[in-house]
């Protein structure tokens, strides 16, 4: 089975910057995924790694480490718009995500 | 361009009758998903069809959901006997083929709004 570990909650000032870790446990590992999700609002892709290392987004980065199962999500110059949830998922196949519970984000001015 | 459109919005039915919830993906997009979400959790992952077969149906709780997209692109959700415990919003998603992981890209999952289901 598949198991993920998030933060259920960050609270971060307008500006800043903020990381959110995950850590997962899974049989099978193609990649681990971000996606944002706005209250009421249907999950948008924020970064993916497949690979060790940190892709860069933007704003976002994402590092992956396969060896420590650890991965995090990195908001830079944070703004009031990036309060929302933040889900890490691993593709323990190629055809499927595996989602976490969630992190939410809120950004204070 | 047109993104992943379900419907309805929302469905409120009574305990025990059936429900249909629809899929529009994406125009060429042959692989799409259904998801569902409970308050405060993440998407669980139901079932990934590839074209108009059903490539991946091990998230499916229970033999009371069944899904189809006879025609490879709208999809059906059908959930018969409904329950209190299938209240949920249940998510599609489409991509532009299947596999999470082509060539060493990510084959990205563009998600609908959602269909918020209440079973009474």
């Known amino acids: 089975g598949q198991s993920l570990e998030q933060p259920s909650e960050v609270t971060a000032v307008e500006g800043a910057i903020v990381q959110i870790n995950c850590t997962y446990q899974t049989s099978g590992f193609y990649g681990l995924s971000w996606y944002q999700q706005h209250d009421g609002g249907a999950p948008t892709f924020l970064s993916y790694?497949?690979?060790?290392g940190l892709e860069e987004t933007g704003r976002f980065s994402s590092f992956l480490s396969r060896s420590d199962s650890y991965g995090y999500l990195l908001l830079q110059e944070l703004q009031m718009k990036d309060s929302a949830s933040y889900f890490c998922?691993?593709?323990?196949?190629?055809?499927?995500?595996?989602f976490g519970t969630g992190t939410r984000l809120t950004v204070i001015p | 361009g047109a993104g992943v459109s379900q419907t309805p919005s929302n469905k409120v039915t009574e305990k025990g009758k059936y429900v249909e919830l629809r899929c529009d993906p994406i125009?060429?997009?042959?692989?799409l998903y259904w998801y569902r979400q409970s308050l405060g959790q993440g998407p669980e992952f139901l079932i990934y069809f590839q074209g108009t077969g059903a490539a991946d149906d091990s998230g499916l709780p229970n033999d009371r959901f069944f899904a189809v997209r006879p025609e490879g692109s709208v999809s059906t959700l059908k959930i018969q006997r409904t329950e209190r415990g299938d209240s949920a919003v249940y998510l599609c998603?489409?991509?532009?083929?299947?596999?999470?992981?082509?060539?060493?890209?990510?084959?990205?999952?563009?998600f609908g709004p959602g269909t918020r289901l209440t079973v009474l």
């Open positions: 125009s060429g997009h042959t692989a």
């Open positions: 998603a489409s991509s532009l083929r299947g596999g999470g992981r082509i060539e060493g890209s990510y084959n990205e999952q563009f």
């Open positions: 998922a691993v593709s323990p196949g190629a055809n499927n995500l595996f």
């Open positions: 790694n497949a690979l060790d």
